[in-house]
């Protein structure tokens, strides 16, 4: 999602000295919208002080802040984004477990009542799942699967990530819901063939290199039943920060579909690029 596409092994530390992260204390103004402030120390680090708290606190308010100071240079890469933004959300709240479940409960909430930037997007999505069971591949947080499971849906999610996996895991039980969440690449599923009716893949594609998104497609497509659903942002520049490693356009959407197997494409554009695919059915046994 928009946050991270993050949590490698389980939460990324900022390289000591680089950058450091604090909440604001109390009754301390922060310039600007009031809710991110930074400085450069002597030494060349940088400080990074937030007013962010369990009822501000939610993904496309945190990632636009972030977002903001990469745009003048004061954090650089998807590493150190990253890290900042987990470092923020672990102390927005008295506990670092407050935190997350600040972030996931505003998140969810702006989601919902459709304020949030993301909104439209997962609307769309849920709009194309087909039948009862959907797996969404690189789920990162989860917050799409667990709306997929409150439409009812039999959910599974799968992510490189452990850190983001165990996050979807206590999160989906907090809420009551069953998620099967595993740790699982795109380009090798861990799934039966045609053992899950709808196969998600959502702004997951502009993280791979080339070679290993039409791997992906292949892989979906294998375990879908009825429909593989694709949305990729469209940017005239990839999001570095965000960990985007090409370029995507309406074309490449439909040069992907060109390249792999299947028995119909629907490609279009909504809030981003979209690319919906039919599986080929497997030929009956006489």
């Known amino acids: 999602m928009a946050v991270m596409e993050l949590l490698n092994a389980s939460v990324p530390r900022l390289e000591p000295g680089r950058v450091k992260v604090r909440a604001a204390r109390r009754g301390e103004l922060l310039e600007g919208d009031g809710l991110l402030s930074w400085f450069v120390s002597q030494d060349g680090s940088i400080s990074l002080v937030h007013n962010f708290t369990p009822t501000t606190l939610r993904d496309d308010t945190l990632v636009g802040a972030l977002s903001s100071l990469v745009d003048i240079g004061a954090l650089a890469g998807q590493a150190e984004f990253e890290a900042a933004a987990v470092e923020i959300i672990q102390t927005s709240g008295p506990t670092a477990s407050q935190g997350w479940k600040a972030f996931y409960d505003n998140t969810l909430r702006s989601l919902s009542d459709g304020t949030a930037t993301f909104a439209p997007i997962h609307r769309r999505a849920r709009s194309l799942v087909e039948g009862e069971s959907v797996l969404e591949v690189g789920s990162c947080f989860g917050f799409l699967a667990i709306q997929f499971a409150r439409d009812g849906r039999a959910v599974s999610a799968c992510d490189v990530s452990p850190g983001a996996i165990s996050l979807l895991d206590d999160a989906s039980r907090r809420y009551g819901l069953s998620v099967n969440c595993e740790v699982a690449d795109a380009t090798a599923l861990p799934y039966p063939s045609a053992s899950v009716d709808t196969v998600t893949l959502i702004h997951l594609l502009e993280h791979l290199e080339s070679a290993e998104v039409l791997a992906a497609v292949s892989e979906a497509l294998r375990v879908a039943r009825r429909t593989v659903v694709i949305a990729v ?35 279009f554009a909504d809030h981003g690029g979209w690319l919906v695919l039919r599986p080929v059915s497997e030929p009956v046994q006489s």
């Open 233 to 267: 942002p469209l940017e005239e520049t990839p999001s570095e920060h965000f960990g985007h490693r090409q370029r995507v356009t309406m074309e490449t959407l439909h040069s992907w579909a060109d390249q792999v197997a299947h028995a119909g494409a629907e490609v």
